[in-house]
DNA sequence: GTTCTTAAGTTCTCTATAGAACCAGAGATG
DNA sequence: CATCTCTGGTTCTATAGAGAACTTAAGAAC
């Protein structure tokens, strides 16, 4: 935001508080203010942009419905981070044998660099046979196969990421693709079918092929919406149970 | 909302929007104003309760965010009808043969009285072996059948609806009940899972057996939440694809 | 009869202000 | 050293009011 233009832009008959929650939606999505980092005050935006602090404070709460942003009474409004605990994963149930709630392991079993399947260049918005690098994936939890994965991300921006070796890969990808490539994912699109466990499927979950699995399809973004990792993960069907309310 | 009572209930320390809100909320769930209808104008609620305009209008916009309610510039705020095409269904791609997507037509296969089911009762509230109206239905697009339903109906509240001769009943239920048992259906919930088909299943949908569908469970609610109804509905899992968003 | 005008009622936008509630940190006190 | 108090900054709650935008219906004008 430059810091001596305090006109709105936009089209002149919307709202003011539309066109300030407009001007803050771009910050974010250009990136200059990033997940975590603080937001201008209330009071700061009103005066910026010369309106009323009420007026200031309905474009937040647009954002903050949006779930870019959130407050926090006394401490400020800040930039969010996606919140992948409200991934469709969460409806598996994924028990130790002690009947606890745990993160799964992930060992990644395969991985190389190798041209991308038309279906993945697509999402990922690339050509095809564009290279890519390609991970086979087991989440584990008691040392029981509970999700099969197969990952792809763009050889350009995660060369580094070929650097570390498999076995030093913790649980959580995301935290990774951070540190060693600069790559921050922000957002995500998931999309869920069921099908019949294939082989390969059936041998890593050690079930029997032809048993139902969930395929969970997401679509991990960076900033301003760019696609940075496809994955595709399965699940024993048995094993997931999805509820919501109407209304 | 009694007229001559102008104090807002609920514990002092809350603050005036949510206690109007809680008050709102009382009136609706229990049935005091209905789906459809119309709610008290900001002015008014402001006047009754003697609190600043502002402050009614953010406790209805509570309200109008859990989608109890909602407004309409120059017209007024209504109480919210449920929104069934919000339902996972949405997410079966059901075309036809020329590529539109349609309403399936429900046909009626067996209906008859029998003790409930253990997990039935259980979820409709009554004792084990309560009696109820069972139902099995097929729901058809253009002849091919794309859902098999089994639905559970108590049977004293629903005793008339057995005065309808099941070749009468259309595509939609809920409007049947209403208007022939007077139970107005106003939120529901749903679960969803996958499974193998059955030899019953895969007769109806004419699939083959063992092959993965999509199981949506659904225990429909009147006003107050009381359960109405309970279904289970069966479809072929490659016809079903649902997508979400994370951040 | 059709179209236009007016009026009343509604939600929506915006301003301006005041204080409460809460948080973090600096400084005083014991 | 530990605890308390104060202070500045933040969001949250609430008030009061003005006018815009929109809907509906009744009445006027043609």
Chains 1, 2 share one sequence.
Request: net charge negative; with cysteine.
């Amino acid at each position: 935001m430059s810091r001596h233009d305090p006109e709105l832009a936009g089209d002149r008959r919307l709202p003011l508080y539309q066109r300030l929650a407009d001007e803050l939606r771009r910050e974010i999505n250009a990136g200059r203010w990033k997940p975590g980092e603080r937001a201008p005050s209330e009071t700061w935006l009103a005066e910026h942009f010369e309106i009323a602090p009420g007026t200031a404070r309905q474009a937040i709460a647009m954002l903050v419905d949006e779930g870019l942003l959130e407050r926090f009474r006394g401490k400020g409004t800040f930039v969010r981070r996606p919140r992948f605990d409200h991934s469709l994963f969460r409806f598996f149930r994924f028990r130790d044998r002690s009947g606890e709630n745990r993160m799964p392991e992930g060992r990644i079993l395969h991985r190389e660099v190798a041209p991308m399947p038309d279906h993945v260049a697509e999402a990922l918005g690339l050509g095809a046979d564009a290279l890519g690098i390609a991970m086979s994936r087991l989440r584990l939890i008691g040392g029981e196969p509970v999700l099969a994965e197969e990952i792809w991300l763009p050889a350009g921006p995660f060369a580094d990421f070929l650097e570390i070796p498999v076995g030093e890969v913790g649980p959580l990808l995301y935290p990774v693709y951070e540190s060693a490539c600069g790559q921050l994912v922000v957002s995500a699109d998931e999309a869920l079918r069921a099908e019949a466990a294939g082989p390969e499927t059936a041998r890593l979950l050690q079930i029997d092929a032809g048993a139902p699995v969930i395929v969970i399809d997401r679509l991990a973004r960076g900033i301003g919406g760019a696609p940075l990792e496809w994955r595709r993960s399965r699940g024993r069907a048995d094993q997931f149970h999805y509820t919501t309310e109407i209304r």
